[in-house]
């Protein structure tokens, strides 16, 4: 996810550029930059690193221009620098392109453009829109950009500017979110309404497939195929700017909660990868997953769905791995290292020393170009965007989708199943975001459950096999964000000890999928219901009801009203949930 901005009008664009991108940074923020149109020529500045370091060194007070596009990136192909920052331009920087979105099929037109001679600068998927505009061009830059973007696939809101007609703006969206703002003798676009709310709030929609020609005084819309005019109904926007940078969320912990249906479709678009990474996994004798805290419970996941298939392997947590589990490790292995932010010093310091014992090292990660990706021999992006607040959760859901799919490949190329039954699999996953959609619509039943027990001050949360991690989840999730005392324990530990806990009215979070073990969960619930406990099941008809899917599948779906309500016992405790005491969203110190 990254934020596109435009402004074209009467006053000085570089200025009025930034404080937009400032305001798109929570969409991304590793590198950014701006171009603008001064003197019948192109000046761009762009770098990696926050959008106020870049405005110190770009001066604004230099480039003097009424015309301009900027752009504040979250990587995904090709990491973080000056060169793969946006904007990007052709041969001739005579056309300008920002980009959000991910364009699929980015290496065929790049490898036909350069078979044409065109030389490109970057990694990025991006810089293949402008070489297409210049390829395209003869006299019209509405033409050459139209025909141009008819040649992608994937998603994309673009802005495009050129010396050749410097009074336009060009833009286009495909599943991308981008907005016009509707000014007096100026316009603006961008990605979301906070970059547009300070100067107007008259804005106009793109929807998938429009595209538009927007000057100070114009704002004229198409269709992409067809070319023909669209009438777009103006729209004011009735948000604060705190609520616009939510989205219109209380918190971005909601917000995000609220994407994890996109995070498991993003997460997918790393199938050729990870189908590929298995393939080399499978020369390996021993598998570790290393991993702090929600992440850890992803790594816990991969080593059960691996035992399913008779694969053995290890989770163990990167504080622990560090000091005792690399003693163990040597070149016969590969240690699978999954961090959010690539940035935890604990699973860093446990990749360099798997390293050093010779140990292949996967990661699977969510920032690109992170340290960890970096010291690592492969990578496996989950493609979540940002996510900021501290407590995990679309990307445990983007976690999850990559380590289920490489667990399958792994198998199926192993010869453990049948590689129909991972495409089976496969499309239960692509299936898998409407289901938690129906969970997510269901916030109200949730928030119920939640103002019945937000004033407990312990809870315990069962689980078997997959949906041990799934138990695990739940009670950090409510722990870190509700400083409510919660344990997770194997459903059939709990007559070993944790029993004798139970009494009236403890809250038991039993996780129930429907599958070969459905009878035992049944019995270790009575056992508790027994002790007068109050039981809330997760499950096809439980209290947190959950769609019927694949059990296999189930800890993707299950942990998603367990994330939905330790949000609510946090908000109904009148905690934020966005900023919980003590903790940081990277862990880089020890
Ligand atoms: C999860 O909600 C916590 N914020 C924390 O446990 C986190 O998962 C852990 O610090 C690991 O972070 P990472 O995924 O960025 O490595």
Not at 87 to 108: A, L, M, Q, W
Not at 129 to 139: A, M
Not at 409 to 428: C, T
Not at 487 to 494: D, K, N
């Amino acid at each position: 996810m990254c934020g596109i901005a435009g402004y074209v009008g009467n006053r000085n664009a570089p200025e009025i550029l930034f404080d937009m991108l400032k305001r798109l940074e929570y969409r991304g923020y590793d590198s950014a930059g701006i171009a603008c149109i001064s003197d019948q020529d192109v000046v761009i500045f762009k770098d990696r690193g926050r959008v106020d370091e870049i405005r110190e060194s770009a001066g604004c007070e230099r480039i003097i221009s009424d015309i301009g596009i900027a752009h504040t990136r979250w990587a995904t192909h090709g990491e973080p620098s000056e060169c793969n920052a946006h904007p990007h331009s052709d041969c001739t920087n005579g056309f300008i392109v920002v980009h959000n979105g991910i364009i699929e099929n980015y290496r065929d037109l790049r490898e036909g453009l350069m078979e044409r001679g065109h030389r490109f600068e970057s990694e990025t998927d991006t810089e293949v829109v402008p070489h297409l505009i210049e390829e395209l061009y003869t006299q019209s830059f509405e033409v050459a950009f139209r025909e141009a973007i008819k040649k992608l696939r994937g998603s994309f809101a673009i802005a495009a500017i050129s010396i050749h007609e410097p009074d336009k703006i060009l833009i286009a969206r495909k599943e991308s979110p981008l907005i016009i703002g509707l000014g007096d003798g100026e316009n603006f676009i961008a990605s979301d309404t906070p970059a547009i709310l300070p100067n107007t709030r008259r804005i106009l929609i793109m929807d998938d497939f429009d595209y538009g020609i927007v000057t100070k005084d114009r704002v004229k819309i198409k269709d992409i195929r067809t070319g023909d005019e669209i009438k777009k109904k103006i729209q004011t926007i009735q948000w604060s700017m705190e609520q616009a940078e939510r989205g219109g969320y209380p918190h971005f912990m909601l917000k995000e909660i609220f994407e994890e249906p996109e995070a498991v479709k993003n997460a997918t678009k790393a199938i050729k990868e990870i189908e590929d990474i298995a393939k080399k996994l499978t020369g390996y004798k021993r598998i570790y997953f290393v991993a702090c805290g929600t992440a850890y419970h992803a790594g816990l996941l991969g080593k059960y769905l691996l035992e399913r298939f008779s694969i053995p392997s290890e989770a163990v947590v990167a504080s622990e791995f560090r000091y005792s589990t690399v003693n163990t490790i040597d070149s016969d292995c590969a240690v699978i290292a999954i961090s959010q932010s690539g940035e935890t010093a604990d699973t860093l310091a446990s990749v360099k020393e798997a390293k050093n014992k010779g140990a292949y090292v996967l990661s699977i990660v969510n920032v690109v170009g992170s340290t960890l990706t970096r010291i690592s021999d492969d990578n496996i992006y989950t493609y979540s965007g940002p996510e900021i607040a501290v407590a995990s959760t679309k990307a445990y859901l983007g976690q999850l989708t990559a380590i289920t799919l490489l667990g399958l490949y792994l198998a199926g190329e192993s010869g453990r199943i049948e590689m129909d039954y991972v495409n089976e699999i496969i499309d239960d996953i692509n299936n898998l975001p409407g289901k938690i959609r129906q969970i997510l619509n269901n916030e109200d039943e949730i928030k119920k459950l939640a103002r019945r027990l937000a004033n407990k001050n312990t809870f315990f949360y069962i689980g078997r096999r997959l949906n041990y991690p799934t138990a695990l989840e739940g009670a950090l999730k409510i722990k870190e964000i509700s400083y409510v005392h919660a344990e997770a324990y194997p459903a059939g530990e709990l007559k070993h000890g944790p029993l004798a806990l139970l009494e009236d009215g403890i809250p038991v979070v039993a996780i129930n999928p429907n599958d070969d073990l459905f009878r035992k969960m049944e019995s270790n619930i009575q056992e508790a219901r027994a002790r007068k406990a109050t039981i809330i099941v997760v499950g096809e008809s439980g209290d947190l009801k959950t769609p019927v899917i694949d059990p296999l599948l189930s800890p993707l779906l299950y942990i998603v009203p367990l994330h939905l309500f330790a949000y609510h016992i946090s908000v109904l405790r009148g905690l934020d949930p966005d900023k919980p005491r003590n903790l940081a969203k990277s862990v880089t110190v020890e």
